[in-house]
């Protein structure tokens, strides 16, 4: 069984820093695409940035020059740091990996931590 742990959402003032992790457990042969999601209230969930195991990274327009995702390959974990956080950044915060175990591959999601950027 695998399972995605995300820590480090919070409460933050405009302008301010918040690091995100989520580390992945469980019988993983390996693990190709990580990226973070976010949902904000009555919006869709959409991808803020993702990295493949090769390093290679996307980013969303909004978060471009503010945000940076990163992974330890060793530790199974993705990171996002998040710089000069807007209000419009608050949303619930997923992670999502593209995971191979013995049965295949397949998405999975962390449950969430939430982000709030107050004004």
């Known amino acids: 069984q695998v399972q995605l742990v995300e820590s480090g959402g919070g409460l933050v003032q405009a302008g301010g820093s918040l690091r995100l992790s989520c580390a992945a457990s469980?019988?993983?042969?390996?693990?190709?695409?990580m990226g973070w999601y976010r949902q904000a209230p009555g919006k869709q969930r959409e991808l803020v940035a993702a990295?493949?195991?090769?390093?290679?990274?996307n980013y969303a327009d909004s978060v471009k020059g503010r945000f940076t995702i990163s992974r330890d390959n060793a530790k199974n974990t993705v990171y996002l740091q998040m710089n000069s956080l807007k209000p419009e950044d608050t949303a619930v915060y997923y992670c999502?990996?593209?995971?191979?175990?013995?049965?295949?591959?397949?998405?999975?999601w962390g449950q969430g931590t939430q982000v709030t950027v107050s004004s």
């Open positions: 999502n990996a593209w995971i191979a175990v013995v049965a295949g591959t397949r998405g999975y």
């Open positions: 469980g019988s993983i042969l390996s693990i190709n695409y």
């Open positions: 990295i493949t195991s090769g390093g290679s990274t």
